[in-house]
Structures are given as C-alpha cells and as structure tokens.
C-alpha cells in the first residue's frame, strides 16, 4: 500500500491569553503566562491557581462566526461547543476545509459538557447532551459535515493521540483531511477532582524544577487541519509534515505513572519507527511536563531509555496550565509554530533541576534550528502517546 503524507494545513486556538495562534505565539516568547489566581465559588470554595478562558471573549468569537452555522439561528450551543466552534473557525479563516466525504471531524476531549451534569443544567438542555458524542454531533452540524464526527477520549493523551490517529487515516487513504479539535473547560467536577488527588499547586506550577509540588489546571480550544492534498497548503509558510505517532499503556496505576518510564519509551519509540527517524534527528521535545513529581520522574526517565536526554525539552504547562484533552492539541500547536518560526521557548518555572537524571531543560526562549519536533503526553490509567511534526523546507 502507497502511503500519502500528511500536512499541516492550519491552525488556530483560543486560551486565556486570548484567541488565534499568532497572538498566543507572541505571548509565549514574551514569556506570558494565563495561569491567574481563580475565586470563582462556583468552581471550588477557596482560591486556586489555574487558567481560566474569558467567557465574554468566547461568546465573542462564537458571535463573529454565525455565518458558518449551518442550523437555524435560534438553536442554542454550549460553552464548551463555542469553544470549539470559535477554534476551529479560526483554521477555516486561514484555509476553508471541506465538509465532505473526504473529511472528518475529530472531537479530542476528556470532558465534554461536563458542567451540564447539574440539575437545573440537565433540565434545560437534557441528559444526551452531557454525552461526548452528543457535543461532537451538535458542532458537526454547525459545520454541515457529511461524515458522522468522531470522539477520542482517553485522558490526557486525547490530543496526540487523535492527531496521530488523524493521521494515520489519510495516510492509509480512507480520508482526505482530518480536522482535529482539542477542547476541555474549567468545571466544579474537574477542579474538584484534581484537589482530592492533593495535585493542585498553589503558585504557578514549575515543571522538572526542585520546587515543583504540581500541576496548574487550565482550559482551552485548538484546531489542527490534516491534508494530504498539496493544494491547501499556502506557499508563504514552510510545509509542516506530520511522520509519525505512537501510543502504549503501562497499566501501572489508575492515576499514576509507572515510575520506569517504559511506557512513555514505549509510545516514542513507535513514533520514531513509523517516522523512520532515529533519535539523533530529533531536534527539541515539547514534553508533557505537568509538574507533578511522579510525572516529571517518569519522563525524565522515559527521554534517557530513549536516547533523547540531550535533545532540548520543555514543558508548556505554566503558560497554559494543563489543559486535559485539549494539552496535546494545543501545545502541537506551538511545536508547529516554533517549527515555522525557528525557535525554542523556555520552559516557564524552571529554576534548579529537580529530577533525578540529566536533562537539557530549555531555560531561555531563543532561535534555534529545528528540523524534527517530539511532542509527548501521559495520562491517567497509564496511557502514553508520541508524535513527530517535520519542517520539510529543512530538509
């Protein structure tokens, strides 16, 4: 079987440093942060650190791309659906993707519409609508999609992983283009639950530092269009080519790591083989990184069974916090973009190296050659994903 390549085409996100990629990308190297103090009761009871999207602002987005909705007017759409719909229409302004056959849509999310599990919510906008698959139905008949939409849920590797997924898709020829969105929110449940594992970190969250004490939870919405066809591509930007992409499971813990690494090696191994690429052509990493001290560990560890201990690596959670199902999408995003920019960004909150084996933690945003990006993420219940983007202008 021929297999076809698979470009990048276009991106956009929304954050809580604002929307569209260039803006957040000029933030970045700036070295801004969207991680705030949160006192929101409605979230938790006492103040925490986290990073929260403005609700004007995506009503805003939302407001501006009624000319794209394929319903009536009057149906209504969730937070969480305007999120992702505000996302992907920023990649449509860029390069309008098509709503045919040859397309699908991929909905990278861990929870949804979870906030409509309250009484008085299920009341108004009933029980179906809490469902995964229900969200991603109600923004695919926004956009008129031909194909049903598809849902890749599996915790925090979702975004890697449905880019990879996406990916292999068009390479075997049975879609043409993939639209991958990565979209999680800030919710009672959400917060809730990363205060009873004790995870939450009080200050801004410092990955692979000595102080680190964990993560920062954050939300967000980022689009990713895959193509294989060459005619999407815009000739005033370096084509972007996505090689490979791999996943495993340690099966270690429901919410820990397996403290080896073998299970991340495992996942970047598979994306180095399908990308037939051995470890001294990759030229920076954008780790997981979620500051935790079992996480940070485990990486560390995974990087050097992988021979990649030297390579520069850095973690994007003190800019975004860590943004669950959206994290993968999101910081490929700005893999993508530093590809095209040749740069590296430092690894925002990282002081004195805090895990135990040698790593080349990236401690000032710079210009930098780079060829072949790693992105990595972990999850909960052990899952593990990899995915190798190109600059094929540096070839």
């Excluded at 890697?160 to 997924?165: G, P, R």
């Excluded at 690494?261 to 990759?282: C, M, S, T, V």
Aim: glycine share 8%; net charge positive; with cysteine.
């Amino acid at each position: 079987m021929e297999y076809k390549k698979v470009f990048v085409v276009a991106d956009a996100m929304v954050t809580s440093l604002g929307p569209g990629s260039q803006k957040n990308m000029e933030a970045l190297y700036k070295g801004e942060s969207g991680v705030r103090l949160i006192n929101d009761p409605k979230l938790f009871p006492e103040p925490f650190m986290g990073a929260q999207m403005d609700s004007k602002q995506i009503n805003r987005c939302f407001s501006n791309n009624a000319e794209f909705n394929q319903l009536d007017e009057s149906f209504e759409f969730t937070r969480f659906e305007k999120m992702v719909i505000s996302a992907m229409s920023g990649a449509y302004r860029q390069v309008k993707f098509p709503t045919d056959r040859k397309t699908l849509f991929i909905l990278s999310t861990t929870k949804g519409n979870i906030d409509l599990i309250q009484k008085d919510q299920l009341k108004k906008w009933g029980k179906d609508r809490v469902m995964l698959w229900k969200a991603a139905e109600m923004i695919a008949r926004f956009w008129g999609f031909e194909n049903k939409p598809r849902v890749l849920s599996n915790a925090c590797i979702s975004g890697v992983e449905a880019i990879s997924i996406g990916s292999q898709f068009i390479r075997q020829g049975q879609y043409e283009n993939v639209i991958v969105v990565g979209a999680d929110m800030l919710t009672e449940f959400v917060v809730s639950g990363f205060m009873s594992f004790q995870s939450l970190s009080s200050k801004v969250c410092k990955p692979f530092d000595e102080e680190r004490d964990g993560l920062n939870l954050g939300e967000a919405s980022a689009c990713i269009f895959l193509s294989s066809n060459q005619d999407f591509l815009q000739k005033d930007k370096p084509e972007i080519e996505v090689l490979g992409g791999g996943s495993s499971n340690d099966a270690n813990h429901i919410s820990g790591p397996s403290r080896t690494g073998d299970g991340q090696f495992f996942a970047i191994r598979a994306a180095l083989k399908e990308a037939k690429l051995k470890p001294n052509e990759i030229d920076y990493i954008s780790a997981h990184g979620t500051a935790t001290p079992y996480n940070d560990e485990m990486e560390c560890k995974a990087l050097h069974l992988a021979g990649l201990q030297e390579k520069p690596v850095n973690s994007l959670k003190a800019y975004f916090g860590h943004t669950l199902g959206a994290a993968g999408v999101l910081e490929s995003i700005v893999a993508i973009r530093n590809l095209r920019d040749q740069k590296i960004l430092k690894s925002l909150g990282y002081k004195k190296h805090g895990v135990p084996l040698p790593l080349n933690v990236i401690e000032e945003t710079k210009e930098w050659p780079v060829k072949n990006v790693l992105k990595t993420a972990s999850g909960f219940g052990g899952c593990n994903a990899a995915v190798i983007f190109s600059n094929r202008s540096r070839r």
